[in-house]
Nanobody
Framework: QVQLVESGGGLVQAGGSLRLSCAASGSTFLLNTMGWYRQAPGKQRELVATMTNGGTTNYADSVKGRFTVSRDNVKGTKTVTLQMNSLKPEDTALYYC?????????WGQGTQVTVSS
């Protein structure tokens, strides 16, 4: 089992920045791609940004140039971070951490990001 714990959401004005972090614990040895998805009210969950173990990144077109995904492995704890700059009201959503394991996909509980205009 893998547990994902997110932190860093909140309320920010348009043009501001937020940093989301997600720490994976448990059976993390076989985790490969990790990243972030988001879901706005009335919309489907969508990919925001992901990074493979080899460092290959994938970004939604809407966040390219504004968001940066990164990963770290400190003392066996794998983390994935999303630096969000130049935030827009349309970035408002519940952001979910995502981690892929050969057996299944894991999701965090979600952290709310609200961008006011």
């Amino acid at each position: 089992q893998v547990q994902l714990v997110e932190s860093g959401g909140g309320l920010v004005q348009a043009g501001g920045s937020l940093r989301l972090s997600c720490a994976a614990s448990g059976s993390t040895f076989l985790l490969n791609t990790m990243g972030w998805y988001r879901q706005a009210p009335g919309k489907q969950r969508e990919l925001v940004a992901t990074m493979t173990n080899g460092g290959t990144t994938n970004y939604a077109d809407s966040v390219k140039g504004r968001f940066t995904v990164s990963r770290d492995n400190v003392k066996g704890t794998k983390t994935v971070t999303l630096q969000m700059n130049s935030l827009k009201p349309e970035d408002t959503a519940l952001y979910y951490c995502n981690a892929n394991h050969p057996a299944r996909t894991y999701w965090g509980q979600g952290t709310q990001v609200t961008v006011s205009s």
